[in-house]
């Protein structure tokens, strides 16, 4: 069974400060990952997601993800947070078995950026 | 460009009563599926679909219904709501069950059971 692991349901960063949101994954086949955001009242956004190919993930927004194998793991950085990051961030595991893509979703963390 | 498209938007049912929350999308995806949204829960699965005909359990199934008779249309609907079912429903496709493709999520709808 896939799971995801968010580390911190919230997370407060000052304006300019550099973001790093934490995602651990579980997944007995190779897996993709998915970060996306939700802005209050609204649905979820693909901010970006790996897929086997480059390990570094470049998405929307200025931010990025590094998917490294050894720790499971699969972060959500941006080296300089704007007011307009403030959303909540959820990270997602597809198992990639062959049956219909269903997503694991973590419990989400929360961004509050700061002036 | 519409995307998926949910409705109501808000709702509010007395325990015991039996709604549908109707979804469509216009990008002619084969993938549909339902979740639902918690406080510290992330979003579980409620039922999907791989096409028009087909259906399937998700996470949580209990007390919802769904059925797929078009491409465009996956409606999910509640028997007979139950506090337990207060939430927020996201209505979501993809182009096929390929599990790297991006999923794209309705606005949510908001259901609140009194």
């Known amino acids: 069974a896939q799971s995801v692991t968010q580390l911190g349901s919230h997370v407060s960063v000052s304006e300019g400060a550099l973001v790093l949101l934490r995602c651990n994954y579980s997944?007995?086949?190779?897996?993709?990952l998915f970060w996306y955001v939700q802005y209050p009242n609204q649905g979820l956004q693909l901010l970006l997601k790996?897929?086997?190919?480059?390990?570094l993930v470049k998405g929307i927004n200025g931010f990025e993800a590094e998917f490294k194998k050894s720790e499971t793991s699969f972060h959500l950085t941006k080296p300089s947070a704007h007011m307009s990051d403030a959303a909540e961030y959820f990270c997602?595991?597809?198992?990639?078995?062959?049956?219909?893509?269903?997503?694991?979703f973590g419990t989400g963390t929360r961004l509050q950026v700061t002036l | 460009n519409a995307g998926v498209t949910q409705t109501p938007k808000f709702q509010v049912l007395k325990t015991g009563q039996s709604m549908t929350l109707q979804c469509a999308q216009d990008?002619?995806?084969?993938?549909m599926s339902w979740y639902r949204q918690d406080p510290g829960m992330g979003l579980r699965l409620i039922h999907y679909?791989?096409?028009?005909?087909?259906?399937d359990q998700g996470e949580v199934p209990n007390g919802y219904n769904v059925s797929r008779s078009t491409t465009e249309d996956f409606p999910l609907r509640l028997l007979s709501a139950a506090p337990s079912q207060t939430s927020v429903y996201f209505c979501?496709?993809?182009?096929?069950?390929?599990?790297?493709?991006?999923?794209?999520f309705g606005e949510g709808s908001w259901l609140t059971v009194v």
């Open positions: 979501a496709s993809s182009p096929d069950r390929g599990a790297g493709n991006t999923i794209y």
């Open positions: 997944s007995s086949v190779p897996p993709y």
């Open positions: 790996y897929t086997s190919a480059a390990t």
């Open positions: 997602a595991v597809s198992d990639g078995s062959g049956t219909a893509s269903k997503l694991t």
């Open positions: 990008m002619n995806h084969e993938y």
């Open positions: 679909s791989v096409g028009a005909g087909i259906t």
